[in-house]
C-alpha cells in the first residue's frame, strides 16, 4: 500500500474496515490486537485521515432504508468539468463525484433525509449547470458493503443482508448522521458523540449495537481512500443484463474476486440500458481488467454487452446526508 510502511498500519488499515467495537473505549480493544498503545492507534489515524488515505472512523448505511439515495450521471462537455464539477460538489446531499472514462462522465451520488431532498438536490443540477441528470435508482443491493481488502487478497469481504428497519426510531438521525460524518478521534468517542446529541454513552452505545444488529449501519469502521492508498486502477462497470436473469447473475458477480460492489438500477430508455453495475478496485489497469476478464468468462456474462468505466478523478468522497439539519459530530 502506497504511504503505509509497515505491517500494524496495514493492520490497522486493512482490519478494522468494519467490526469497530462498541465499546466506550473503542481504541483499546485495536491497540490490544495491535500490541501498540491506544494513543499510538489514535496517532497513527489521525496521521492518514490528514495524508488523505483515511476519511473518517464511522458508518456507512443500508441504502435507502432510513434515508434516500441515488447514483446520477451527467455528459459534461470537457471545457466545462471543472465548472461543473464545483456547482455539483457544492451542493447539499452530494457525497460522491467522479469523473469516469466515458461519454456520461461526471458520476455523483446523492443522499438526503428522504427521497424529496434527493429530487430537489437533482432538480438543482440540472438547473443551475443546464445539463440532463441520469438518475439510476438502486433496484437491489447484492454488494454494497463499500470495503475492501488491501492486502491484495481477491476474496470477497462484504455481503447485502437483510435489514430490519423496524428497529430504527426517528430519534437515531442524528446519531446517524453523527456517525457517516466520523466519530472524533478520542479516547472515549462514543461519549463526546453522546454529549452533542444530548444522550448518555450507555443510551448512545445501546443504540449503536441495535443498528448494527439491524443491519441499518452495514458497516462500522476505518473508511479509506483507496486511491490514495495506491488502488488507482478502479472500474465501475455496467452490464446490460434483464432483470430476471440479474436475479441469478447478480449475487454470482458480486461472489467473483476482485469485484467489490454490486447492485441493480434502473435504465433509462433509450440512453442508458445497462441495469447491473459492480466496481472492481485494483492497483494497476491491467489487473483491473484482468478480474474483468474472469467475470466474462462465465456463462451469464459471455454474450451481455458491458462497458467498464475507469475513474479519472475524485471531486468529493464524503459521507452520506441521513438529517436534513445535520449537526456537527466531529
Same mark, same amino acid.
Given at each position: 500500500?502506497d504511504g503505509?510502511?509497515?505491517?500494524v498500519?496495514?493492520?490497522?488499515l486493512?482490519?478494522?474496515?468494519?467490526?469497530?467495537?462498541? /465499546?466506550?473505549?473503542p481504541?483499546?480493544q485495536?491497540?490490544?490486537?495491535l500490541?501498540i +498503545? @491506544? /494513543?499510538?492507534?489514535? /496517532?497513527?489515524?489521525r496521521?492518514?485521515?490528514?495524508?488523505?488515505r483515511?476519511?473518517?472512523?464511522?458508518a456507512?448505511?443500508? =441504502?435507502?432504508t432510513?434515508?434516500?439515495?441515488?447514483?446520477?450521471?451527467i455528459?459534461?462537455p470537457?471545457?466545462?468539468i471543472?465548472?461543473?464539477?464545483?456547482?455539483?460538489?457544492?451542493?447539499p446531499?452530494?457525497?460522491? +463525484?467522479?469523473?469516469r472514462?466515458h461519454?456520461?462522465?461526471?458520476?455523483?451520488?446523492?443522499?438526503?433525509?428522504?427521497? &424529496?431532498?434527493?429530487?430537489a438536490?437533482?432538480?438543482?443540477?440540472?438547473?443551475l449547470?443546464?445539463?440532463?441528470?441520469?438518475?439510476?435508482?438502486?433496484?437491489r =443491493?447484492?454488494?454494497?458493503?463499500?470495503?475492501?481488502?488491501?492486502?491484495?487478497?481477491?476474496?470477497?469481504?462484504?455481503?447485502?443482508?437483510q435489514?430490519?428497519v423496524?428497529?430504527f426510531q426517528?430519534?437515531d438521525r442524528?446519531?446517524?448522521?453523527?456517525l457517516?460524518k466520523g466519530?472524533?478521534?478520542?479516547?472515549?468517542?462514543?461519549?463526546?458523540?453522546?454529549?452533542?446529541?444530548?444522550?448518555?454513552? &450507555?443510551?448512545?452505545? /445501546?443504540?449503536?449495537?441495535?443498528?448494527?444488529?439491524?443491519?441499518?449501519?452495514?458497516r462500522l469502521g476505518?473508511?479509506v481512500?483507496?486511491?490514495?492508498?495506491?488502488?488507482?486502477?478502479?472500474?465501475m462497470?455496467?452490464?446490460d443484463?434483464?432483470h430476471?436473469?440479474?436475479?441469478?447473475?447478480? =449475487?454470482?458477480?458480486a461472489?467473483?474476486?476482485?469485484?467489490t460492489?454490486?447492485?441493480?438500477?434502473?435504465p433509462?430508455d433509450?440512453?442508458?440500458?445497462?441495469?447491473?453495475y459492480?466496481?472492481?478496485h485494483?492497483?494497476?489497469?491491467?489487473?483491473?481488467?484482468?478480474a474483468? +476478464?474472469?467475470v466474462?468468462?462465465?456463462?451469464?456474462?459471455?454474450? @451481455? =454487452?458491458?462497458?467498464?468505466?475507469?475513474s479519472?478523478?475524485c471531486?468529493?468522497?464524503?459521507?452520506a446526508?441521513?438529517? @436534513?439539519?445535520?449537526k456537527?459530530a466531529?
Open positions: 500500500m503505509v510502511d509497515d505491517f498500519n496495514e493492520r490497522l486493512d482490519a478494522w474496515q468494519r467490526d469497530f467495537p462498541i /465499546e466506550p473505549r481504541f483499546d485495536l491497540a490490544e490486537a500490541q +498503545s @491506544a /494513543e499510538s492507534v489514535l /496517532e497513527r489515524l496521521m492518514h485521515r490528514e495524508n488523505g483515511v476519511t473518517r472512523v464511522g456507512t448505511c443500508a =441504502p435507502n432510513v434515508s434516500a439515495s441515488t447514483l446520477a450521471a455528459s459534461v470537457d471545457r466545462r471543472e465548472e461543473v464539477a464545483a456547482i455539483i460538489s457544492a451542493q446531499g452530494v457525497n460522491h +463525484s467522479y469523473l472514462e461519454d456520461w462522465n461526471l458520476w455523483i451520488v446523492v443522499t438526503g433525509p428522504d427521497r &424529496a431532498h434527493v429530487d438536490a437533482l432538480a438543482r443540477i440540472e438547473t449547470t443546464g445539463l440532463r441528470v441520469l438518475d439510476l435508482r438502486l433496484v =443491493p447484492f454488494n454494497v458493503d463499500l470495503g475492501f481488502s488491501l492486502n491484495g487478497s481477491t476474496t470477497p469481504v462484504g455481503r447485502a443482508r435489514v430490519d423496524s428497529a426517528d430519534t442524528p446519531l446517524l448522521q453523527a457517516t466519530l472524533p478521534l478520542k479516547h472515549r468517542p462514543y461519549a463526546r458523540v453522546a454529549h452533542r446529541l444530548g444522550w448518555t454513552e &450507555a443510551e448512545l452505545l /445501546e443504540r449503536v449495537g441495535v443498528l448494527v444488529n439491524a443491519g441499518i449501519i452495514s476505518v473508511i481512500r483507496h486511491r490514495a492508498l495506491g488502488w488507482r486502477s478502479n472500474a462497470v455496467v452490464w443484463i434483464p430476471d436473469t440479474i436475479t441469478h447473475a447478480g =449475487p454470482l458477480l461472489a467473483q474476486p476482485g469485484v460492489l454490486c447492485y441493480e438500477r434502473t433509462v433509450g440512453i442508458w440500458p445497462y441495469r447491473l459492480s466496481m472492481i485494483a492497483r494497476s489497469r491491467d489487473e483491473a481488467m484482468s474483468l +476478464s474472469r466474462r468468462t462465465l456463462p451469464e456474462f459471455q454474450s @451481455a =454487452p458491458y462497458q467498464p468505466l475507469f479519472i478523478r471531486f468529493k468522497q464524503t459521507g446526508m441521513i438529517d @436534513a439539519c445535520p456537527d466531529a
